[in-house]
Nanobody
Framework: VQLQASGGGLVQAGASLRLSCAAS????????MGWFRQAPGKEREIVASIGWSGNNPYYAGSVKGRFTVSRDSAKNTVYLRMNSLKPEDTAVYFCAAKFAGTEKYSYWGQGTLVTVSS
């Protein structure tokens, strides 16, 4: 299983970015896909997740209303659209996959760095 995250970069506060995570080696529709982030000196936290149907995605309170998670089953890809970025969104963003109905994310991508300058 491989999860390949991309789309990070350096942007100014208020800008937008779209992260992508291409999955291979798994049956994409069986997995809940999640986006996590880890800022320097902080613990990793979940940002958003989306099930196979795309209905009822989850968002952390700090990003709700600014970030949108989506998935394209034809491309085995999950996206994270990030609007109105803030300096506190600066982190390495990881995508992860967990089999539907389970608690633990089993597969992780390599991370992509998002840096938001003030």
């Amino acid at each position: 299983v491989q999860l390949q995250a991309s789309g990070g970069g350096l942007v100014q506060a208020g800008a937008s970015l779209r992260l992508s995570c291409a999955a291979s080696g798994l049956t994409f529709s069986y997995y809940v896909m999640g986006w996590f982030r880890q800022a320097p000196g902080k613990e990793r936290e979940i940002v958003a997740s989306i099930g196979w149907s795309g209905n009822n995605p989850y968002y952390a309170g700090s990003v709700k209303g600014r970030f949108t998670v989506s998935r394209d089953s034809a491309k085995n890809t999950v996206y994270l659209r990030m609007n109105s970025l803030k300096p506190e969104d600066t982190a390495v963003y990881f995508c992860a996959a967990k089999f539907a109905g389970t608690e633990k994310y089993s597969y992780w991508g390599q991370g992509t760095l998002v840096t938001v300058s003030s």
